[in-house]
């Protein structure tokens, strides 16, 4: 019923920049809060950053000031722009959503397929 579909990731040097997306499709009414988590080696999965539908952000402590969640709610798509990358950063990155769909309505929570980012020092 819903699908969430992440691109963007790639390897990049300390100090770059990359642009991470995330879109949501198949049937549902709308989109609450939408968010990015991450999993480096030997880690656990933990949040990024979080948007609310009408635009309120939260960011972890390691990237407040570097990264930058947004979204596009007429695409149903969330973004994360990541800049000053470090090799700390290193992870997988996946899109979160709380999801209004189904009769009766109900709020689920999906996920998208992750995508590697990779910064090199």
């Known amino acids: 019923q819903v699908q969430m579909v992440e691109s963007g990731g790639g390897l990049v040097q300390a100090g770059g920049s990359l642009r991470l997306s995330c879109a949501a499709s198949?049937?549902?009414?709308?989109?609450?809060?939408m968010g990015w988590y991450r999993q480096a080696p030997g880690k656990q999965r933990e949040l990024v950053t979080s948007?609310?539908?009408?635009?309120?952000?939260n960011y972890a402590d390691s990237v407040k000031g570097r990264f930058t969640i947004s979204r596009d709610n007429a695409k149903n798509t969330v973004y994360l722009q990541m800049n000053s990358l470090k090799p700390e950063d290193t992870a997988v990155y996946y899109c979160?959503?709380?999801?209004?769909?189904?009769?009766?309505?109900?709020?689920?929570?999906?996920w998208g397929q992750g995508t590697q980012v990779t910064v090199s020092s």
């Open positions: 979160n959503a709380r999801v209004i769909s189904g009769v009766p309505a109900y709020e689920g929570n999906y």
């Open positions: 198949g049937r549902f009414f709308s989109i609450n809060t």
């Open positions: 948007i609310t539908k009408s635009g309120n952000t």
